[in-house]
């Protein structure tokens, strides 16, 4: 090509200025040289590099390579981005790939409750929507928040050696019920004392997770919490994974799962992979939705629970997630592959290992669903546990804040930080 562009401009001056049989000669030569069709290549030469005077001293000089840029007539409108952005809002500001998978149905669902107004055709053109397009038309509402947070996990000794290790790279089972769990502390930065703790349990087949407050990590509480969270679980438990601390590994949970067969396994200490599964939803469903406040009362643990109910039902009904397929790494560069976006919902309903009671009962529960609704109510709580946060003393604030001088600050501000709270 770029030898084509350098023949044409090369003889394009030349053959205009050539008398008409010499004409004929350069442009069988160029068409001979480049493979233009002939009409084309007369144009080509007659139009390439030739110079306009528009006005005294202003000259235009022609390029046969450009083309006059066309204007695409837009596809979505503003009705469209605006019905877009109600829907991302209400789905938790997922990214274009999960958006674009769960559209048909919560757009349905809004529908059909009255809490989107959009005609047909805006519509039809949220179904027909791309990822990439969803991205490209949220990019200036989108904002991110890069949250960290303190381990707070001391290593049980007891049974240590007793219970297997499974690590990240052996799970490979495609049958619900085998559940990663964790606990995620509500201390505000300040570990002194007891405060609230959520017992995080996640399906590693169908990615359906539950969450449950607990008043401390005693693994008394733990242990309460876990039999509850099982109670409400639609898929029967086969086995628990946990890391190494000391309200998991302990002689009550072992029994337990003696008595009732279930497989127990722990990962490596030191290695958040070995449970990959529930550390995501330690940070998308409870450190996003509930923050890094302390709570250590009984109304902050109460209002917990009622959150994580309507969670509950948000997260698995209504936020399509991928799960990673494999992962090839050629030399430095890892491709990552993922499956379709779905909701936990929609796996369970996938899974044969089910039964169909229980996911006939899933889909009048679906059924029953106002996803605004549900979101109005989610923040709601989220405001009162706002309010009943505990707020550190005078003490605490000069601890924080001189380990703060002394720690890099984050790219990122923290989200309902103990520390910005008082400030």
Not at 56 to 68: F, W
């Amino acid at each position: 090509m770029q030898e084509c562009k350098t023949v044409t401009k090369a003889l394009a001056d030349q053959f205009r200025r050539a008398r008409k049989k010499d004409k004929g000669r350069i442009l069988a030569e160029f068409v001979e040289a480049t493979g233009y069709n002939r009409s084309y290549a007369t144009w080509l030469l007659r139009n390439h590099g030739r110079r306009v005077e528009v006005k005294p001293g202003v000259v235009i000089e022609g390029s046969a390579s450009k083309r006059p840029g066309q204007r695409r007539e837009r596809r979505y409108g503003a009705d469209v981005v605006k019905a877009l952005i109600t829907v991302w809002k209400l789905l938790d500001c997922i990214n274009g790939k999960r958006l674009a998978a769960a559209l048909p149905d919560v757009v349905a669902n809004l529908v059909a409750h009255k809490e989107l107004k959009a005609t047909r055709a805006v519509q039809r053109k949220l179904m027909a929507i791309s990822p990439a397009t969803i991205d490209r038309l949220l990019q200036g509402e989108r904002k991110r928040y890069v949250l960290k947070s303190r381990a707070r996990t001391k290593p049980g000794t007891l049974l240590k050696h007793q219970i297997p290790i499974r690590t990240f790279s052996d799970w490979d089972n495609t049958r619900p019920g085998f559940i990663e769990m964790d606990l995620v502390g509500h201390d505000g930065g300040v570990a002194s004392g007891e405060y609230c703790q959520t017992l995080d349990m996640t399906d590693v087949a169908t990615g359906w997770s539950e969450q449950y407050a607990v008043l401390s990590k005693a693994q008394s509480h733990v242990f309460a919490a876990l039999v509850e969270v099982r109670r409400r679980l639609p898929v029967p438990l086969l086995g628990l994974h946990s890391d190494n601390g000391g309200e998991f590994i302990n002689d009550q949970l072992q029994r337990y799962c003696v008595e009732q067969d279930l497989t127990f396994t722990r990962g490596r200490p030191y290695r958040k992979n070995d449970t990959c599964h529930v550390e995501e939803k330690n940070w998308s469903v409870v450190r996003r939705n509930v923050g890094y406040a302390r709570f250590d009362t009984e109304a902050a643990h109460a209002v917990l629970n009622a959150l994580y109910r309507d969670l509950r039902d948000y997260v698995n009904f209504f936020l399509p997630c991928m799960k990673l397929k494999e992962k090839v790494r050629v030399g430095a560069r890892v491709t990552r592959r993922y499956d379709k976006a779905k909701t936990p919902y929609q796996r369970v309903l996938d899974s044969a290992q089910v039964r169909a009671t229980v996911k006939r009962q899933l889909r009048v529960r679906r059924a029953q669903l106002n996803l605004a609704e549900l979101k109005r109510r989610i923040e709601q709580l989220q405001r009162r546990l706002d309010q009943l946060a505990a707020r550190p003393t005078a003490h605490q604030l000069k601890t924080l804040t001189e380990k703060a001088a002394k720690t890099p600050a984050p790219h990122h501000p923290w989200r309902r930080s103990a520390l910005a709270r008082s400030a």
